[in-house]
Each structure stands twice: as C-alpha cells, then as structure tokens.
C-alpha cells in the first residue's frame, strides 16, 4: 500500500486548509485511515480517524469541531478539512492506513502545515 498526501502549505490564523490521502496498492485490506502531525520538538500525535468500511469518525480534543475527516465513496482517499487554523496547529501532518489485521500499517511522506500571521 502507497500512500500520498497533497494539500498543506500556509495559512493565517481562521483560515481553512484541505489535506488529501491517496491510497494505492492493495487498498481492499484497509481497515481505518487516520491523520497525524507531529510538531517540532514534540511527539506525533493522532488528529483523526475514520473507519473505512462504516465511516465512523474519531477526533483528538484539540482538534474536535474544527476539522472534518473524510472518505471518498471508492474508499480510496481521505480527506482532512481544517477551519478555524490556529498556530498550534502548525506541524507536519501524516497519513496513515491501518489493515484489518491491526499489525500491518504504513505511513504517507508528509506535508507541512504552517500557520502563521
């Protein structure tokens, strides 16, 4: 399984930024997506998941009534919406699929966030 990120870039306080994961490979053995960022000087963090197969979705405090993740209906992407930017939430941000099996997991490349006046 491949994943790739696009989106990210800069923004100002309130602004809105959209990040995409694409996945390919053998995508069927997907179970739960789920985006991450890591800050510098700090450890990864898990911002959103959601489950593939029933979209049920799952959000960190911080993060909760902000952002907004997403699947596509083929089940191939996920999206992540980000309004209200604040500059904590500056990092670089991570997708991830997970496969049913809860043991095989891969990671996307990485795409930085930055918000800033």
């Known amino acids: 399984v491949r994943l790739v990120e696009s989106g990210g870039g800069f923004a100002q306080p309130g602004d809105s930024l959209r990040l995409s994961c694409a996945a390919s490979?053998?995508?069927?053995?997907?179970?739960?997506m789920s985006w991450y960022r890591q800050a510098p000087g700090k450890r990864r963090e898990t911002v959103a998941t959601?489950?593939?197969?029933?979209?049920?979705?799952g959000y960190a405090g911080p993060v909760k009534g902000r952002f907004t993740i997403s699947r596509a209906d083929n089940k191939k992407s996920i999206d992540l919406h980000m309004n209200s930017l604040r500059p904590d939430d500056t990092a670089v941000y991570y997708c991830?699929?997970?496969?049913?099996?809860?043991?095989?997991?891969?990671w996307g490349q990485g795409t930085q966030v930055t918000v800033a006046i």
């Open positions: 959601i489950v593939m197969s029933s979209g049920s979705t």
């Open positions: 991830q699929a997970l496969e049913e099996d809860k043991i095989h997991e891969y």
């Open positions: 490979g053998n995508t069927d053995s997907i179970n739960v």
